[in-house]
């Protein structure tokens, strides 16, 4: 999936927590991060701190991957 936007990020991260079973307060309890953070991470927030997203997407089994576009 190419992510173009932290509302597309958020999604894909939402689609995943679900897909675990997972609530925003269990998540939110077993990471040790706030669930205003999560929430607001789910809802596209611009500012969330990138540390925490790549925590957060590797709890949730996700990898980030980089590439130069069209290659």
């Known amino acids: ?36 953070f999560i929430s607001n991470l789910e809802n596209g927030k611009e500012t969330a701190e990138i540390g925490k997203i790549m925590f957060l997407m590797n709890m949730l089994g996700l990898d980030m991957e980089l590439r130069v576009r069209g290659k």
């Open 1 to 36: 999936m190419i992510i173009k936007s932290a509302a597309q990020l958020g999604e894909r991260i939402r689609q995943r927590r679900k897909e675990l079973g997972y609530t925003q307060s269990f998540l939110s309890e077993y990471s040790g991060l706030s669930a205003s």
